[in-house]
């Protein structure tokens, strides 16, 4: 069965540090994989996905994340935060049934901080 | 074009009342999913319906039930609503049953059960 687990459910960085925010999942099947942010009283944002190909993916406001297969990764970047980054962020992964119905099994979230 | 719309945005509720939560999709779009979140934790599948069919099903039990609409709009509807689903309920849509890539998430509806 497909499961989502995300390490550290607070991160807190300083403005201009590196934001990394931890992964790991477990499918029996090559995994489409999923990073969402949230910002409060909001829905879901998708921040960037991987299908197959390029094993780093980029995707809005300056993240990415790298699918590695061999550790069952899939661990989110961001090179320097900004105050407007601090969100809680969900790590997801797809499940497929017969029939090509499917829906995401989601980690616990990580809420990051952002100090000035 | 709009996006995923929830209604509600907020509501109360009293233990053993009933609620009806409801989704209206982007357009073009055909399947609607609901996912339950509870405070603190990960989203988790309630239901997709296709062509106003129940395609899929997580672990909720029967008093959680939905429909879908010939407009492919939703109702989410929970009988006897006990404390636990107190939560933020989200409605997702997409093309169709199996496109997880194409998801769209509403803003959501704030259940509180008093």
């Known amino acids: 069965a497909q499961s989502v687990t995300q390490l550290g459910s607070h991160v807190s960085v300083s403005e201009g540090a590196l934001v990394l925010l931890r992964c790991n999942y477990s499918?029996?099947?090559?995994?489409?994989l999923f990073w969402y942010v949230q910002y409060p009283n909001q829905g879901l944002q998708l921040l960037l996905k991987?299908?197959?190909?390029?094993?780093l993916v980029k995707g809005i406001n300056g993240f990415e994340a790298e699918f590695k297969k061999s550790e069952t990764s899939f661990h989110l970047t961001k090179p320097s935060a900004h105050m407007s980054d601090a969100a809680e962020y969900f790590c997801a992964v797809s499940v497929f049934y017969g029939g090509s119905q499917g829906n995401l099994i989601f980690g616990k979230g990580t809420k990051l901080s952002v100090k000035p | 074009d709009a996006g995923v719309t929830q209604s509600p945005t907020h509501l109360i509720k009293t233990r053993g009342q009933h609620v009806t939560l409801r989704c209206s999709p982007i357009?073009?779009?055909?399947?609607v999913s609901w996912y339950q979140q509870v405070l603190g934790q990960g989203p988790q599948f309630i239901f997709q319906y296709y062509e106003k069919e129940e395609r899929g099903r997580g672990n909720f039990p029967d008093r959680f039930s939905a429909r879908q609409f010939p407009n492919y709009s939703s109702e989410l509807n929970v009988n006897a609503l006990l404390l636990g689903d107190s939560a933020l309920y989200l409605c997702?849509?997409?093309?169709?049953?199996?496109?997880?890539?194409?998801?769209?998430f509403g803003s959501g509806t704030r259940l509180t059960v008093v």
């Open positions: 357009s073009g779009h055909k399947s």
């Open positions: 997702a849509s997409s093309l169709d049953p199996g496109d997880t890539l194409g998801y769209t």
């Open positions: 499918s029996s099947v090559p995994p489409y």
């Open positions: 991987y299908t197959t190909g390029a094993t």
